[in-house]
């Protein structure tokens, strides 16, 4: 039996390959497979659990250690450095605990866009509704009270395992938000690089715009995260029905950050466009009372074009400029658009 310890990794024996969630591999389905997505399936998931009671840790890593890397924290300071060190497949987190307890790592957990998607299961002794309908709306996945069953956590972990690894490929192979339905960052930056090169070939212009949502951690740590989610995808679903052409472009950046393309447009044209999302989301009418600058959900936009994408800088200088611009709507007051060209360089 390997001794739980809170300043060592503890890894089990080599357990059972998992399966792929849509058969097995065959000739024709290896084509549309990722190598990386193929090795990451093959991996021993990781566990990390979160608990400042020594025995409760040996408990559980002693039921998971079998078929999982078992990593271990005894507080939650530790718990987030191991999670940004070792990146596990999911958490089995405490709450009560010395200093930051559980909620509070969750909430900073799923802050952090490289560790926001890690599921999350309280394992705990409170066991009032209240309590659980928080750790919910914490974003967690999942909520198991002490003194617990071994079967029904083992069943669980391996549930929520298994929609990982399902959630993981379909990454690899779809390039959608899981989220938002929309496009992702990966999707994005294929496509900015895409339209720069139409745009010098064609002599044409093209704009980005880069929006945010005001004070959207203010809205996730009064509403929860569940609000949070359908404020975002709400959000998105209103930026569709602006976008009416159909090469525009609508991707999630990160966060509460959307993107927008526009081939062949101007930063006239980009100007207007970033207006009638402004009215778009006042419509929406989606109350935030924790906002500073109204009580409803608003956006910061930043917009940057170039009249002939040959003539001046690159793409990464595109999105820079665009960001900057959005820095100067959070600057200046917020729920606002600033807007610049991208000047050509100088000979």
């Known amino acids: 039996m390997i001794k739980a310890s809170a300043d060592k990794d503890i890894e089990a024996y080599p357990g059972p390959v998992p399966s792929f969630p849509f058969g097995p591999v065959t000739a024709m389905t290896l084509p549309f ?10 991996k021993k998931q990781r566990i990390l659990i979160v608990d400042d009671a020594a025995e409760n840790i040996a408990t559980l890593a002693a039921l998971l250690k079998n078929e999982h890397m078992i990593i271990v924290a005894k507080d939650g300071a530790k718990a987030l450095e191991k999670t940004l060190k070792n990146r596990p497949d999911i958490i089995l987190l405490d709450i009560m605990m010395p200093g930051m307890d559980g909620y509070e790592v969750c909430r900073e ?29 914490l974003g967690a996945v999942d909520y198991i009270t002490k003194p617990f069953h071994p079967i029904v956590v083992k069943a669980r972990v391996k549930n929520h395992l298994s929609l990982k690894m399902k959630n993981d490929m379909l990454e690899e192979l779809i390039p959608l938000d899981g989220l938002t339905n929309i496009f992702n960052r990966r999707k994005f930056d294929e496509t900015l690089e895409r339209e720069w090169k139409r745009a010098s070939r064609n002599n044409s212009p093209l704009s980005l715009i880069l929006l945010d949502i005001d004070y959207f951690k203010l809205y996730n740590d009064n509403y929860g995260h569940a609000r949070g989610d359908e404020c975002l995808k709400k959000t998105a679903e209103g930026l569709k029905e602006v976008l009416s052409r159909p090469g525009d472009f609508l991707g999630r950046y990160g966060g509460e950050e959307f993107v927008i393309i526009l081939p062949d447009t101007d930063l006239a044209g980009a100007e207007q466009t970033a207006s009638r999302i402004q009215k778009m989301m006042a419509d929406l009418n989606i109350s935030h009372d924790f906002s500073m600058v109204s009580s409803r959900v608003t956006l910061s936009l930043g917009i940057s074009a170039v009249p002939a994408a040959g003539g001046a800088g690159t793409p990464v200088d595109l999105i820079r400029s665009a960001d900057q611009m959005l ?17 050509a360089p100088r000979t």
């Open 327 to 343: 820095y100067k709507s959070k600057q200046n007051g917020r729920n606002r658009a600033h807007s610049c060209l991208l000047a």
């Open 109 to 137: 957990l799923k802050e952090r866009e490289e560790t926001k998607n890690i599921p999350v299961i309280f394992i705990t002794s409170l066991s009032e509704p209240i309590d659980e309908a928080k750790a919910f709306n």
């Open 33 to 42: 497979i990722s190598i990386r997505g193929f090795m990451g399936a093959r």
